[in-house]
């Protein structure tokens, strides 16, 4: 493999095996996705819609996907470890993909949860959702992955995470909710392809710029 | 091996260091004093790459592979084994014979017993050793050292000492500068 | 004056509003700035002065 | 500010004075009413031209972040924290006028199928949070860098959300009344409505110079106070 491939894999295998032993992030996401199904079957009325429906589950994945994010450079901010991994030959870029790619493997475990929870509560899943809340786990995760290194920096990190990713995150309800609702899906799985390339690269090119100084 | 000349840092409106100059032959031991807060570890910083300086020119003639850097932190996972923190770096940084130099560094620095134990469960002592095989597994070239004495008993400075008596170029930040005076080949008082 | 002309009024008024309000705070801020000059130069004076 | 500077900005200044009393004017008296908005159609001559400086300022800021990320120079990050800080100032009132006529041509003060006021909704959120960003991170090299390289999101967020807001009318909420106003107007409104665009751009470039020249001599006094103290 090249030597980014094996930079980015060893730093993942770090980041999965660090919450393997800490074992807080993922069990707090699992649980977290399944009470907000609950919570949201008794906000809703019982004549809902379907788009209700799938709107509070994309709202439950986003609120999911943010508590993961919050935890996603604890372990280097806590214990002022992202010099360690700055100072590493290594393009800073591979310690993004790999948070990235960490978060996509905590976020699709959480799914693996929500989406059957959510076929049983509410409504069958079709082929489409899962397309899209696969689509948006990448656009979220790469965003998310830069924002979390971003706010990490800074004093309130809990309460600034979701103000910055919010906003980024409109773009991804609207495409996942569009994919799960509309006849044809195609186009809003195109533009959710479309939001992770754009977002991908751009969090890719200037993630060197948030963690040097 | 390093040429500062008029190295200057800000941060935010605080000017941290103002018209440095300072070079630092092949095999030379520059010794960087001053009291806390005068700018020593943005110094090292700047010179590990982790900062750049806002004016001045600096030329460091060794690529990040080559550079150990001690800072105040160990820069160790805490939830992570001794053994598993090194294989970490050893992988980042390509050290060849990864294992055998993980052992003879975690036997030569006393915690070859304490290897599967939880960083996160070390002394501060023993955090610093770690810090230490952390800083010579991929037997750098240039080392950049903030303190190193601090936190380290009479045995892990011993070790130390010898290590530092290895040809290779120091820099080192310290405020009691007592071990480091014999070794040092040059002097850099920051007010 | 018809209701439109009223919204069409308000909204040009608001716009206004926004210039004045803007340039009040640049009055403030000059005043402070000012203020904050005249402070450094009595301190720079009392150090030359001894 | 020096001298040839201040001269600059009072010319701008008279330059905004005369185009925007001029192009005003004109909107309201001169230019024929809107077929069937009528005369409430008169407040596209200044919410437009607010809307496209808010943008025009979004991207004058980007500008400034990458020029800030290439070369390290601190002046770039005033210079893009006043052009963000101004965007957002302009982009409040593109909300505010908007909404005043949405209320006077469909009677409600906020309609979803309006697009282009839904994207500006999001991109003005995520400015603000712009200045979220800034008032938590310490003064100094990171909080520069993290406000340039969040402004160069927002540049991507703009036509990503255009896109995505262009899409969800499709289905989520179709757009009964929208002011889509294209450029296939009478040229007596296209050419007011240029002059009022000159207007308030060189209001806001005023604005904008006086602003950083407010922050820089900030910034100066503080870096004295330093010295003295």
Known sequence: MSAYATDVATLARK??????RSR????????????ALVVFHFALPADASDRAEIGLFWIALVFTALLGL?????????????????????????IWAAKAISVVVFLALAEAVALPAYALFFQPVGWELV?????????????????????????????LLPLLFLPLAIPAVIGGVGASVAENPASFLGFLALYDAVFAILAWASFEYVVTE | MIRGR???????????????????????????????????????????????PNAGELEVAVERAHVGFLAHEPLVYRELTALENLDLYGR?????????????LLERFGLWEARNERAGTYSQGMLQRLALCRTFLHDPALLLLDEPFAALDDQGADLLQDELAGGRTVVVAAHDPARLATLATARLALA | MTSAEKYVLAAYLVFLAAVLAYLVIIALKVGRLEQELADLARLARERRGG | MSSPNRVAAAALATAAAGLLVGGIALAIFWAPEDADQGFSQKIFYIHVPVALTAYAFFGFGAWKALRLLSTRDSRYDLESYTAVHMGVIFG???????SIWAKTSWGQWWSWGERQLVLFLV????????FMLRYSTDPGPRRERNSAVFALFGVALIPVSFLAVRIAGTILHPTVFTHDDGVAMPWEMFLAFCICLGGVLALAATFYRVELAGKRIDASLKELREQLA
């Open chain 2, 92 to 104: 980042l940084y390509r050290v060849p014979e990864r294992r055998e130099r993980t052992g003879m």
């Open chain 1, 24 to 35: 807080d992030t993922l069990p707090a996401m699992l649980l977290f996705v399944v009470s």
């Open chain 4, 92 to 98: 409040l009132l593109t909300l505010v006028t908007g």
């Open chain 2, 6 to 52: 008029e190295i200057e840092k800000r941060f935010g409106d605080k000017r941290v260091l103002r018209g440095l100059d300072f070079d630092v032959p092949e095999g030379g031991f520059l010794l960087v004093t001053g009291p806390n807060g005068a700018g020593k570890t943005t110094l090292l910083r700047l010179l590990a790459g982790l900062a750049a």
């Open chain 1, 15 to 20: 980041d999965v095996l660090l919450e393997l």
């Open chain 1, 70 to 94: 919050t935890r996603a450079f604890a372990a280097e901010r806590e214990q002022g470890l992202l010099d360690g991994l700055v100072l590493a030959p290594v393009d800073r870029s591979a």
């Open chain 4, 123 to 130: 991109v003005f959120l995520f400015y603000s949070a712009y």
């Open chain 1, 131 to 159: 397309a899209a809340v696969v689509l948006a786990d990448v656009g979220i995760a790469s965003i998310g992955a830069l924002l979390a290194a971003m706010a990490a920096a800074s004093r309130s990190r809990e309460l």
